[in-house]
């Protein structure tokens, strides 16, 4: 009797290792997703490759100040003030759509965020989380201007697509390449030239400095159809629990790609700085 509870405890024994070997056998194999690439949807102006979550919906305030050169009168520009709303909401983890009005140029804004392919280790390797993002931007008219017979609708409209491509080198640094190409149905003409089309390479990075705060760079090279400066923008993002503050400079007060990208004349070095920053707030409207 004593030598059969000796058998079944070394047999009880074996199972119970096998099982703990095979379950950490399986925990290796399990793909490795990385995750917060970038603290908030935006790198500083333009889109980063993060989404809502599915069911999250999420409310954004972007404020832009007038140039900081403008001296003590305007307050280096705290007098001037220009703000963004917009919402996005997760229909998918990897899908959202969002819509937004800016208040200086009297645009609204939708778009549409699909992530293609996450950065991923273990079994399954991949080096880089790739997303792709596609916008759409109507200019709002007056009365008056629509009454006009040269009045078109479609020469309200600008199109925007990017991809973008992010790679989180290690937990404190991230870097994203953004090819940007945009259609304008309606241009003015420059010296006798016309260009409806622009192409531009955005760059931009992510450094923590700590658990919650990390130091942003961003600026988009523009490669075909070059009329003004490139836009260079940094900041800072904090976040506090639900809320994510984004505090930047810029040399552009545009808060919209097609401004900011292809229309930006001030001179980052010359000291045509615009203070900025961008709150962003998150709602859980349905769980899965």
Request: proline share 3%; glycine share 6%.
């Amino acid at each position: 009797m004593k030598n059969i509870i000796i058998v079944f405890f070394f047999f009880s024994f074996s199972l119970t290792a096998q099982d703990n070997l095979l379950s950490l056998i399986n925990l290796e194999e399990e793909p490795n997703y990385t995750s917060y690439t970038f603290k908030g949807t935006k790198v500083v102006n333009g889109q980063s490759i993060e989404l809502p979550s599915s069911g999250v919906l999420q409310f954004n305030i972007q404020h832009r100040f007038g140039p900081l050169n403008s001296g003590s009168y305007y307050l280096y520009g705290l007098d001037n003030a220009q703000v963004r709303f917009s919402l996005e909401y997760g229909l998918k983890d990897w899908f959202c759509l969002g819509i937004g009005r800016s208040s200086s140029s009297k645009t609204i804004d939708g778009n549409m965020k699909l992530k293609i392919l996450r950065q991923v280790t273990g079994t399954k390797t991949f080096p880089f989380t790739l997303v792709a993002n596609s916008s759409i931007y109507f200019n709002q008219s007056t009365k008056d201007q629509i009454d006009l017979p040269s009045f078109r609708f479609t020469d309200q409209l600008i199109y925007l697509h990017q991809v973008l491509l992010a790679r989180k080198i290690n937990r404190n640094l991230s870097i994203q390449f953004t090819p940007t190409f945009l259609h304008y149905n309606a241009i003015e003409i420059h010296d006798n030239e016309s260009f409806h089309d622009s192409f531009s390479l955005g760059i931009g990075g992510r450094q923590k400095i700590t658990k919650r705060i990390s130091i942003n760079g961003e600026t988009f090279i523009q490669l075909y159809n070059p009329q003004n400066n490139n836009v260079i923008s940094f900041g800072f993002d904090i976040e506090t629990g639900g809320h994510v503050f984004q505090l930047h400079v810029s040399n552009s007060p545009a808060m919209i790609e097609p401004l900011f990208i292809t229309m930006t004349d001030a001179d980052f070095l010359q000291g045509d700085i615009y203070f900025g920053f961008n709150i962003s707030r998150v709602f859980t409207i349905k769980k899965d």
